[in-house]
């Protein structure tokens, strides 16, 4: 039995709220449950020093918690003078996964930045920034069209991401604090919405995991996943 | 005539939404006009060292920006590793300004980190941070007095703030961002509900300013905080 | 009844020792009675990024206290790696103050720094700061038209600073330490030689300060910069 | 076909050399192929505060590489001054995986820190430590039994780690640097002597991967994984 | 020929000016030509972490020179957020050096912070900064004897500091900027008024050096640093 | 009676591994006994800021310890986000040693670094870094020879280090663990395989040292230094 009374395939409700913030080319607030994440895209018309003259774009992603996201308040990552390491792995995770959405080279020599800005946590921070970063993003590259600045808009592919877990011996779908503080194993998996794997980052917390509980999280993901994509879809469909 | 078509003496909209995250003691989202802001108040049972064993409490605040909360992007503070001069400021502005309203010695020995980020800015930040930060706080006493931390709310007095300014070579109240950033004079005035100055910061950017134009600033800005001391009182009745 | 004696009026004896140390262009001890600051005008042929190409100069302060210039001794701020938030706050104070003085598009794309060191502290040393610091300014203006890199010095005004406060009650002029430690407002006054404010910070450590308070202030401290502004004149009258 | 020549599921030769330094109480060198990486495990009799008081110990692990131990020379991060992402990404990963081999509880309040310094790259880097770091932890867990700091080794398992990626569309294993810098998806696996999974962390650099090839990689992780496992034990019979 | 006329054994004008200022238990200016110093010695009741419950004392030092204390500005330490290369092996010289001078056990469990900041630089300033320092530290340590904290001064001897050198192919005492920037040979000799040395530290510029040129500068070393302590000496008995 | 069993003039066995590893132009294992230092010297086609353009190249060092190559873990210089002052003294030694070793002038706009990084440390790290620099430098040289980026090489001298001192009254050559945490006096010296002085450091860490005591040490260092020369040249004819 979950804490939240939830399916063990059932994630929580996903809203995705687009142009919250008026300045970024994309903007959107994306809630899984009780997690809230403020995921804004910036496009700049320049690329890092490494790719210079390499005729291709480039898209980064920066992750941070407001100090009181959280349930006891947190030191401010930007008052200790750096970010620490959870926070750099995460924020190379939303890198890697949404350059995967993209034709950098289609990209022209540009630079999408998505900041993740956690306001509310309550599990799967990552995930939610993920899926809720790559509509930002598809609404920048919309808008790099509508300005003239490409001609089309070189995304390739959606991508969106779920946790799963073993959860008291079972599989189950989008962990929440209570859960994944005390799951036996941990997962990321961040797909394509043609079906394939981006990323998949599997943990035991406790507890080692056997392939038969690899498989069952696996199928708990892809099912969600494909939830995500239709959110994903109806939101952009909208406004 | 202001950009907006608002009078010389006409504040922003503001609007203020308690409880607007879940886990802080006080959290307030504040509003002035596109500005908004996202006050949360966390109480700890700690003193700072310098405190240790003085028999009173301490508030302090912190404040950043999101990185896309501007027209352009700025960089990450937490990323580059130090707090810029103008985050100090202002966040020492908000401290000094929001221990007014507190008999420190009636905390007891705990503190209260008010944290003041920014989701979009359009001037007046710093303003919307210590109006905001003030409801945040009361609601941070009042949970204390819930729990049976404290007896009574040490609250003394409200504290509220509104930035005036010489805008075209007239007194002007709330400037919105087109404005701030062609004021002739920029001026920051904190006053309490009782009536007195807790601070003023003025600064010509432009030309010197005379008595006179400081006489029709203050008196601007203290019309205007009359406004939002009632709405701060209004936010603070409903729920 | 002053610690020291003075009349609230009273300034404490301020004298200004220009050429003070060899190598830069201006360099002035000024000591406001026991506080000693030295102020050093280095001249740079570049511009700060932000304004290549913009056709004009810039001027910038930065500002340090020696480890022992207290009643017990700070940590050294280059040894702890960053300069706290008192110093920065201090810092842009007196680079926005003295900006103020110098028409910036007819300095040409040359950069000063102003160096503040304090050497020894007892009250007052931004204002001391920038008053002095004013002179060194000239001095190296001066300088800059001596060697034929300007034409004619681009000053536009002086600009002197004093604190005035409200200590036991009573408006005070320049407080020192012992009074500054307990003053209930205290209060900084940049004026400019033309008799306008270039920034006024009042901070109410206790109590608030009304208006008729803030208005004995700025009394006593336009009465006191004028004195200021004929010390300067002298100093730089001789030699 | 390999650029080294080797068969898809062929690991290159594994050598493991204990007492390779002669402080730590665990010191291995180990290399897999041309990577050679130094894995030293040093016992302390403290735990970190968080556990304080929690009546059990922890083991945390660092990572580096020497400036010139990759083709062309890294700034070194000392002086840089910070950890880059992927250091700490790596470390963090260590950690976890190493800490799944002991029963922390058993393990007092004593700390292991497991450094792994890289003195030559030639892809999996990260692998090669885990693989050696257990074997350093096993020694440094022995020391303590010999030395009567711990009654009995709270060893639970042993913990390996190999990469393996989709390279020119085949299944392979034990990636080097010329296979790694252009897979088309790296998986890094580490499991325990038990059969169980630790982590699992897959990544597509170019195209999604399928299911289908999931399980391949794992096949061949296994696999490899087992070779490893004999590898640990034959080291730690000698000697 | 020297550039400043000097003889080859000749020694810049030393001047030592005690209680230069108000705060420090020692505080001296001391100029050796145009190089100025200012030296305070700060007494804390605590020693560092390392010598808890030691039972003894400890003595170090810090280094600074005002950002325009040179020819060109330097950027200011504090502001770039670290301390130089040159800058940390000049205080550890420093701090070393005038241990020598005290029997830190007698010392009590007491800390002296020496303060060396120079506010005009020509030359020489680590030796200056030594010559100095130890006076400072004699006044320090007096102080406390006076305030009761130690019974009698653990002052061993004196300590003083010359910088010799080759300058167009003769040995040369005391090096000023124009010759330390040309000279082959820069050696920093550091002696006890017992007549043993210190420390020693000889640097070839440009060609290797001799043991006929060594043995030169010692020579004047010797003689020069003689010289400094009559100079500290009179300087004690004055006040 | 040394520690060691050594006859006070007779250093450790030294011995030099060159290739030591793969990528780097020169690679040496250099060990002093169980100090051993692995050195690298890395060849860029480019010049620090300072020099562009002064048709000249560069030679500098950086130096670092592994955590555990100590008899207790030092914490990680990379994680604490800083080099020691120890560090910094040593790397600036070490550049200043074997810039001497070559004509600047001829080795063009080109950089080398000198890495050496200690994988065992017990007594005389920084000696064995420049004599083993010295080596890995002379194989950089001569593999921009071969590579035709260089007509001949610019190597001048070779360049050697050894530590001596005085421990239990005697004077001792090449100091091991044991000996240096108690040596009365401690002295480096570097010298050219021509006879004449790169560097002097001799510190005395307990009593002065005298002018015999000093004679005798160089004696020892000379005699030392040149075995040193003798084991760099049969090093550098192998292989």
């Known amino acids: 039995m979950r804490p939240s009374g939830r399916a063990p395939e059932q994630p929580r409700d996903v ?21 809230k994440v403020i995921c804004t895209a910036s496009v700049e018309n320049k690329v890092p020093p490494f790719l210079r003259g390499a005729g291709q774009g480039w898209i980064t992603a920066e992750y ?30 939303i890198g890697r996964s949404l350059r995967a959405a993209v034709d950098l080279k289609k990209l022209g020599e540009n630079s999408i930045t998505i900041d993740c800005d956690v306001i509310q946590a309550d599990g799967g921070t ?80 406790g507890e080692p995991f056997e392939q038969s509980e690899l498989d069952s999280m696996l199928n708990l993901a892809k099912q969600g996943i494909n939830q995500l994509f239709e959110i994903q879809k109806k939101a952009l469909e909208e406004g």
């Open 15 to 35: 809203r995705i709220t687009r142009q919250y913030t008026k300045h970024a080319e994309g903007s959107v607030l994306i809630e899984f449950g009780d997690t």
């Open 64 to 93: 941070g918690m407001l100090p009181r996201s959280t349930g006891s308040r947190m030191g401010r990552e930007a008052a200790r003078g750096k970010q620490g390491g959870r926070t750099v792995e995460i924020q190379r995770l």
């Open 126 to 205: 990552r995930t939610a920034a993920i899926t809720g970063g790559c509509v930002a993003l598809v609404d920048a590259l919309n808008s790099m069209v509508a300005k003239g600045t490409l001609k089309a808009s070189p995304l390739k592919q959606m991508v969106a991401a779920l946790s799963v877990g073993i959860y008291e011996g079972a599989a189950v779908a989008d962990l929440d604090y209570p859960e994944d503080s005390s799951a036996e194993t941990d997962m990321n998996v961040i797909m394509t919405d043609r079906g394939g794997f981006i990323e998949l980052q599997g943990t035991a917390e």
